[in-house]
């Protein structure tokens, strides 16, 4: 991405993720990233618990804001998926700035 300052962490806990599968999901992120106001860091964890694929993205944006999008599903392709699409819900709420109401 064109900020030198960026960085994508991907972890994986009680589990092992696929190569592939660590290259798509920075794709996505810095795909959705570039929708954001200045992201600063994105971490995405990837979790095996008693069977569940979850998936949680946190994206640091400035002013310490922060997107977390979580999401569970059958494995962690489909997980990574709902969290994107989630995460670029809350970005397409938050996208415009404030207006200022003349009378």
Do not use: C
Not at 15 to 23: G, Q, V
Not at 55 to 82: C, M, N, W
Request: aromatic content about 2%; cysteine-free; charged content about 30%.
């Amino acid at each position: 991405m064109e900020h030198e300052a960026w960085r994508i962490t991907v972890t994986a806990r009680h589990t092992e993720i696929p190569d592939e599968l660590r290259e798509r999901t920075a794709e996505l992120i810095e795909r959705v990233a570039k929708t954001a106001h200045r992201p600063q860091h994105a971490e995405v964890i990837f979790d095996a618990d008693h069977g569940h694929h979850i998936v949680e993205i946190h994206l640091s944006l400035t002013r310490g804001q922060v997107k977390v999008a979580h999401a569970e599903a059958d494995d962690f392709r489909s997980a990574l998926d709902a969290a994107v699409q989630k995460l670029r819900s809350q970005l397409d709420k938050n996208s415009g700035r404030p207006r200022r109401v003349t009378s």
